[in-house]
Structures are given as structure tokens and as C-alpha cells.
């Protein structure tokens, strides 16, 4: 084997071995690997015949150094032959871009272990949250009966229709996963989660939780772990709190390098939702308290003009600093609001002395406040802020 393999060769292929995760192999995994394989023996089996030529050169003839070449070269036309050349060349196709080239996608790494880890589930759906171009969806309509591609662009999610318009098991949906009703896929059977869209810890957050809470979920699997640190957080919360299980790490490992950057973390992550009685309640928390909110003059959506209207922080003790100064706070009454569940009443502790009735949206995340001086004004919670900005770019481009 000396003759075959440098020292080198051996120690690269060592290490990634050791790097490698190990999955029970599909068929499609084992073409892929088998194909690699089959590339490896090609080089080695080149370079034993130019040693033996050398060899043959500096001393006597040995007729064993012959056979050696000869009989990679033959395990390497075995194997292309037995996976399929076209098959084999397509798969390694789409496992291009590589994120080291093209810091927009994942990792060819991050798609191979993808092609790994499911090799038998034609019969699920994937639900694939930031679709953008189509590298990640096309490895994913190859290992699933069928690929939901959300993208909140509609310009972007053109792209990825075009680059994958030869795969018949994808729909495509413009859709925003924080700002959207996720109701849309509570008729479909979705068996995995694949968490890729704002990297921002509340989107993170958001997509975890909202993932979880579709029964048929048993796996989520999450890019940019290591690369962003909103995701790092968001993973490490859901952990701590219970919603999602740590089961392993996926894609490139630490220390690993693209666009300049030296990443200190796995690349992406791979979670096992929690749902027991001792897991915390997913449904948004009902109280204001130690939340931010932006107010918006009605109509700012349409107007153009994007000029916030104040801020207010909901304190403890039914407490709230505002830019209109200190207002008090509390949840309605039933015989002050029927249904009252998610409205509020507020009142300026201060000149004008102003009293508003607040009512929420049932995410908790934008509100409307009606002021008894006739003002009537729209609220978000300030880590919604990012994401209605990505909507309305969205619109732009």
C-alpha cells in the first residue's frame, strides 16, 4: 500500500473519515460515496503507474508493481459502472456550489451528510424554510417525496423555480415564516423541518417553535449554527427550555473558513422536537410585561412613509415608559371589552391624559391602538422590525 499512496494520502483520508458522520446508507448515499470512492481510486491508481514507471527506471522490473495500478484502476471502472455514470455525475452536480465559493449556500459537505442522513424517506415531505436559489431544494426533492420551498422573495423564489424545473415533486410558496399564518401546513405531513431563512435569533426563534408545533415533525435541521450567531441562540434557548432535543451536528466542523471568516462552530445543527408535559408551553406568552413595541401612524404600510410614531417598554406592576411619557397598564376587563382576551387598556399618566384600548394580533406580534382622542395607531414589537423590512425590500426587488 506504500506504493500505491503517499503518507499525506493516507492522513487526509484518515482524517475525514474520522470527520465523517455515519449514517446507515440509502441507495442514493451509496452511489454518492461509492462515486467518490471510485474518483480516489482513479488518482491512486494513476499515481501507482507513474511510480511503478519510475521505479522500473532506478531498478529491476518487478512484475507485482504492474498488477498494483492495474487493479485500482479496475475497482474504479467497476464501481462508475455499477452506480451509473449520469446518476452518479448528477448527484455530485447538485452538491455544487459550495458555501467556500458561494457564501449564499450551504456547504457540499453540509448537502452530502443531507444525503446521508435521510436515505429512505420518499414517503415524507420536507418543509424547506428559505428555499432561496435552489441549491439545498434540488438535494432535497432527490431524497423526498415531496419539497415544500418557502421563500419570502418573490423574485428569489423565481430563480429557484427555474433552476429546479425539471423536478416534479416540488411547491414553491412565497411565503414569510414570521409575518404568515403557518396554518397552511397543518394539512400536510410534514416529517422535517429544514430551518434556513433569517438568521436574526426572534426569526430563529419563531421557525423553531412554530416547526415543533406541527405534530408530524421529527426532525429539524438548521444551517448557519456556527456561522450566525442569532442561530446559535435561538438553538441554544429551544434546548434550554425544552422544546427541541440536541441529537448531532451536520456539515462542515470546527475550525472550518469561507468569505475570509474563520468559523469556530459546526456548521449546522440537527434537533429532535420535545413533546411531553414537561416541555414549555409553545403558544406566545399572553403578558406584555418586558416587551418593546414601535408605533406607526395607521396606514404606514401603504403611505410610504415609514417614520415611527413613539415606543413604548411594558414595565412590571402594570408600568410602561413611553417616548409620550409614563403610562399604566393592565389587561381589560370581560364587561370592558367581551372577548377580551389580547386587548389591553392604557392610559398617560401625564398631560393630555389619554386613554387607549390596545388590541393584539394572535401571534402577539403587531397590535392596534385606538386613543379616545381619535388617534388610531399601528404597533410591532421591535423584534419584528427586521422582518417587516425584508418584506417590504421583497415587494422592491
Known amino acids: 500500500s506504500s506504493e500505491v499512496g503517499s503518507s499525506a494520502d493516507r492522513s487526509s483520508s484518515a482524517e475525514l473519515s474520522a470527520h465523517a458522520p455515519r449514517f446507515a446508507l440509502g441507495p442514493l448515499a451509496a452511489r ?24 522500473r527506471q532506478q531498478g529491476p522490473w518487478r512484475p507485482w508493481r504492474l498488477w498494483q495500478p492495474l487493479a485500482v484502476s ?17 448527484l455530485e452536480a447538485d452538491l455544487l456550489p459550495d458555501k467556500k465559493t458561494d457564501p449564499w449556500t450551504t456547504t ?13 424517506n420518499k414517503n415524507e ?28 422573495s418573490q ?29 397552511v401546513f397543518s394539512r400536510g405531513r410534514i416529517g422535517v423541518s429544514f430551518i434556513d431563512a433569517a438568521h436574526d435569533y426572534h426569526s430563529v426563534k419563531s421557525d423553531i417553535v412554530r416547526s415543533v408545533a406541527i405534530p408530524t415533525v421529527h426532525t ?12 446559535k441562540a435561538a438553538v441554544s434557548e429551544a434546548i434550554a427550555e425544552g422544546i427541541v432535543r440536541f441529537r448531532r451536528h451536520i456539515g462542515e466542523g470546527p475550525p472550518w473558513h469561507f468569505s475570509g471568516r474563520t468559523v469556530q462552530e459546526w456548521e449546522g445543527i ?37 417614520q415611527p410614531h413613539g415606543k413604548i417598554y411594558f414595565d412590571a406592576n402594570g408600568v410602561a415608559s413611553s417616548s409620550y411619557g409614563v403610562l399604566a397598564w393592565r389587561e381589560a ?38 386613543r379616545d382622542d381619535d388617534n388610531q395607531l399601528v404597533m410591532l414589537r421591535e423584534e419584528m422590525m427586521r422582518t417587516v423590512g425584508e418584506k417590504l425590500l421583497s415587494f422592491l426587488h
Open 270 to 306: 440537527v434537533l429532535d422536537p420535545v413533546r411531553n408535559s414537561e416541555a414549555v408551553d409553545l403558544r406566545p406568552p399572553k403578558s406584555l410585561f418586558n416587551t418593546t413595541w414601535v408605533v406607526f401612524p395607521a396606514g404606514v404600510f401603504v403611505s410610504g412613509f415609514f
Open 32 to 55: 454518492a460515496r461509492c462515486a467518490r470512492l471510485a474518483q480516489r481510486w482513479a488518482v491512486l491508481g494513476a499515481r501507482a503507474l507513474e511510480r511503478g514507471k519510475t521505479t
Open 155 to 183: 423574485a428569489v423564489l423565481d430563480q429557484n423555480v427555474q433552476r429546479t424545473s425539471d423536478l416534479g415533486n416540488i411547491v414553491h410558496l412565497n411565503f414569510h415564516t414570521v409575518m404568515d399564518d403557518w396554518s
Open 108 to 120: 457540499s459537505r453540509f448537502k452530502r451528510d443531507l444525503v446521508e442522513m435521510f436515505p429512505a
Open 333 to 370: 376587563l370581560e364587561h370592558e371589552a367581551p372577548g377580551s382576551e389580547g386587548i389591553y387598556i392604557l392610559r398617560l399618566e401625564e398631560p393630555p391624559h389619554w386613554r387607549a384600548e390596545l388590541k393584539l394580533n394572535a401571534q402577539r406580534t403587531a397590535a392596534i391602538m385606538f
Open 125 to 152: 415531505t420536507v418543509l424547506e424554510l428559505g428555499a432561496h436559489l435552489g441549491h439545498c431544494t434540488r438535494v432535497l426533492s432527490r431524497l423526498f417525496g415531496a419539497v415544500m420551498a418557502v421563500e419570502h
Open 74 to 90: 479496475l475497482l474504479a471502472a467497476g464501481c462508475t459502472w455499477a452506480v451509473g455514470t449520469d446518476e452518479a455525475s448528477s
Open 220 to 231: 429539524l435541521v438548521l444551517d448557519d449554527y456556527g456561522a450566525e450567531k442569532g442561530v
